[in-house]
C-alpha cells in the first residue's frame, strides 16, 4: 500500500490508473525519502503525471515550457549539480525531438538521470506518427551508457521507478498513454533491471515479450495449452539494454522456436536485440519477430492497432501456430549450424 498527498492506494487500484499516473505516484513517494530529486518536463505536467510530483514538492520542479531540447540541457545542467532529475515528457519528443541533447548532453556525460517517457508506441495511435514513438526503442538503445527499460504494467512501472534510483547514470523507462489492463497481480515478483522474468514456463516454444505485449502473450498461452497443447514459454524481458543473454539462450536451447513481440518497430528494438543475442551465440533456431514491419502506424484506436499489428491474443495464437508448423532441423547437434 502506498499514501500520497493523503491518498491511499494499493495495487488494487492500478487497474483504474495509467502507467503514467502510478509514476507520479510513486514519484512523489521517493521525493520524501530521496531530497536531491528533482521534477522536469516540458509542458506536459498532466499529460505525463509528472505534475503529481509538482504539486507536492513545487520548489522541486521546473516546467521548462514547448521546448524539449532546453528540457535535457537543464536535466544535465542539475544532474552535474549533485540533483537527481526525472524528466517527463512524449516518448516521441524524447527520441526524435531532443535526440541530440539525450545522446550529449546526458549520455556522453554519463549523468544520473531518469527519463520517464509517456505515450510510448501506438499508445496514442489516434495522434498519429507525429506523436507514435516507435522508433525509440531502438534510438535509446544505440546510445552508451544508457539504460532502457519497458514495463509490462503500473505494477512493473512502480517497481521499474523505484529500482532506476539506485541504478546508475541515464535511465530511459517507456510507458503507454492509457488505461493499459495490469498482468501482475502485486509488486513481488521479482523485478531486477537487466533481469528477465518468466511469466509462463513452457518447452515447445518462447515467447520473448515486453511492455503491454506481455499480458497477451500470457493469455495466448494459456489458450495454446488448452486448444493446442501446447507449453509455451513466455519470457517478460522488460529491461532491454542490459539485456539478459542468459535466459534467452536458455529458451533457445531448451524451445528451438523463438517469437518476439514488442509495440515497436521490428528494426533496432526488442527483436533486433535477441537476434543480436542468438546469433552471437551461433545456436540456430526457428525465430520470427512481431512488431510494426517497417511501416509507419496506421491512425486510430490502441486496441484496434494492437489486432492489425498481431500484437494482441489473437495474433500470437496465430503466430505461433504458424511458426509450429516450420520444418527445421531440430536436434542437439549444434556443430553443423555455426
Request: charged share 20%; glycine share 10%.
Amino acid at each position: 500500500m502506498s499514501e500520497v498527498t493523503g491518498t491511499t492506494w494499493t495495487v488494487y487500484d492500478a487497474n483504474k490508473m495509467t502507467q503514467a499516473e502510478i509514476y507520479g505516484r510513486v514519484l512523489c513517494e521517493l521525493g520524501e525519502t530521496h531530497p536531491a530529486i528533482v521534477g522536469l518536463t516540458a509542458d506536459l505536467a498532466n499529460s505525463t503525471k509528472i505534475g503529481l510530483f509538482g504539486e507536492k514538492y513545487p520548489d522541486r520542479f521546473f516546467n521548462v515550457g514547448i521546448a524539449e531540447q532546453n528540457l535535457f540541457g537543464v536535466a544535465a545542467g542539475l544532474a552535474k549539480s549533485g540533483l537527481l532529475p526525472f524528466v517527463s515528457t512524449m516518448a516521441a519528443f524524447v527520441s526524435m525531438r531532443a535526440c541530440e541533447q539525450v545522446r550529449t548532453d546526458i549520455c556522453y556525460q554519463n549523468l544520473d538521470c531518469k527519463i520517464i517517457a509517456t505515450h510510448g508506441g501506438i499508445s496514442f495511435g489516434t495522434a498519429g506518427s507525429t506523436h507514435n514513438a516507435q522508433e525509440d526503442l531502438a534510438i535509446m538503445r544505440s546510445f552508451p551508457n544508457m539504460t532502457v527499460i519497458v514495463p509490462a504494467d503500473g505494477i512493473e512501472t512502480a517497481n521499474a521507478v523505484r529500482a532506476c534510483v539506485k541504478h546508475p547514470g541515464p535511465v530511459y523507462i517507456r510507458v503507454g498513454r492509457g488505461f493499459e489492463p495490469t498482468y501482475y497481480p502485486s509488486e513481488d515478483y521479482g523485478f531486477e533491471i537487466g533481469k528477465a522474468v518468466t511469466v509462463h514456463e513452457g518447452t515447445d516454444i518462447t515467447l520473448i515479450c515486453c511492455g503491454v505485449t506481455v499480458l497477451q502473450a500470457a493469455e495466448a498461452a494459456k489458450v495454446l495449452k488448452e486448444e493446442d497443447g501446447l507449453s509455451v514459454r513466455v519470457l517478460n524481458i522488460h529491461t532491454l539494454k542490459p539485456i539478459d543473454q542468459a535466459a534467452i539462450l536458455k529458451a533457445v536451447v531448451d524451445t528451438r522456436r523463438i517469437i518476439t513481440l514488442e509495440e515497436h518497430t521490428v528494426i533496432g528494438g526488442l527483436g533486433s536485440a535477441v537476434a543480436d543475442v542468438i546469433a552471437a551465440s551461433g545456436k540456430g533456431c526457428a525465430f520470427e519477430k512481431v512488431g510494426l514491419q517497417d511501416e509507419f502506424s496506421l491512425v486510430g484506436y490502441p486496441e484496434d492497432l494492437y489486432a492489425h499489428y498481431k500484437m494482441d491474443t489473437s495474433g500470437i495464437i496465430e503466430k505461433v501456430r504458424e511458426v509450429m508448423g516450420r520444418d527445421f532441423e531440430e536436434d542437439d547437434d549444434w556443430e553443423d549450424e555455426v
